[in-house]
């Protein structure tokens, strides 16, 4: 059974940094895609893509946090990260970290969710 247990939300000051943290159990994380999404509970908005890891290491970011979250993963760990830096107001959100399984052929196989983090942003 594979699990994704989240870490590393909380309360910050504008300007501030976090970071998240999902580690995975019951599958291997190399070569698979990881990302993180976020929603704001309330807004009516869709779960929106943050920052994405794809099979081959390539990373895509939304246009509205480039150059201020930096996505990782340490595949020896089964742990992937959301370095988050510069944070704005406009970041609050519960946190969603994914997780995209494919065989070794290149076949889909499965997708994943967290339980979300809650992160606020506010003085």
């Given at each position: 059974q594979v699990q994704l247990v989240e870490s590393g939300g909380g309360l910050v000051q504008p300007g501030g940094s976090l970071r998240l943290s999902c580690a995975a159990s019951g599958v291997i994380f190399r070569d698979n895609v990881v990302a993180w999404y976020r929603q704001t509970?309330?807004?009516g908005k869709e779960r929106e893509l943050v920052a994405r890891i794809m099979r081959y290491g390539s990373t895509?970011?939304?246009?509205?946090?480039?150059?201020?979250?930096?996505?990782?993963?340490?595949?020896?760990?089964?742990?992937?990260?959301?370095?988050?830096?510069?944070?704005?107001s406009e970041d609050t959100a519960v946190y969603y970290c994914n997780l995209l399984t494919y065989d070794t052929s290149g076949h889909f196989q499965g997708g994943y969710w967290g339980q979300g983090t809650q992160v606020t942003v506010s003085s």
């Open positions: 509970p309330g807004s895509i970011y939304a246009d509205s946090v480039k150059g201020r979250f930096t996505i990782s993963r340490d595949n020896a760990k089964n742990t992937m990260y959301l370095q988050m830096n510069s944070l704005k």
